[in-house]
């Protein structure tokens, strides 16, 4: 059995029902027609048209026709269901790491502790350098010009290595 991979530009999230149309705006456009029956049966008069009932009806398909509208890639009513989830969140939140609810309360007196003195380790001397103030005066100089190209690069074992790239 041969299989392929589909490459991710041709998926799509949603399907195009009719022309491009989603599902979701195909049942908000529809769905005002079944509400209009519904109002034409349920209310009085009944099974008789009159001026209210064509008034609900046409209000109903305004809003929802109005609801099916894509702005950026999402439909109008998904973009006011993250307003209101927006406006729904939790302006402010309390909080104070002082607060000793469900702390673990403690003994404070003091307790003499018996510390273990480590062996005494033996540390490599540090080897400084004193650099004469001509010098100085000379390498700042060098690292203050903009045609030197100062780098700075680390080793595997955490030394620093300088570059100046030489000017002429």
């Known amino acids: 059995m041969k299989t392929t991979v589909v490459p991710a530009q041709v998926t799509t999230v949603e399907d195009k029902v009719a022309g491009s149309l ?24 009944f099974f008789k048209a009159e001026p209210y009932k064509i008034v609900i009806i046409t209000v109903v398909f305004a809003v929802f026709a109005t609801l099916a509208i894509r702005i950026k890639g999402r439909l109008l009513i998904q973009w006011i269901g993250v307003l209101l989830r927006y406006n729904q969140r939790p302006r402010f939140h309390i909080y104070d790491k002082n607060d000793t609810y469900l702390r673990n ?19 490599s001397p540090v080897i400084t350098a004193t650099v004469p103030i001509h010098d100085k ?19 595997k074992k955490g030394g620093l290595n300088v570059h100046i790239q030489e000017i002429k």
């Open 137 to 155: 005066a000379r390498l700042e100089q060098i690292v203050t010009d903009p045609r030197a190209k100062l780098t700075f690069q680390t080793n």
């Open 22 to 45: 989603s599902l979701q705006q195909l049942i908000m456009l529809t769905s005002p027609i079944f509400l209009g029956s519904v109002v034409y049966v349920l209310f009085p008069p």
């Open 105 to 123: 309360k403690y003994d404070e007196t003091p307790t003499a502790k018996v510390t273990k003195q480590p062996p005494n380790k033996v540390t």
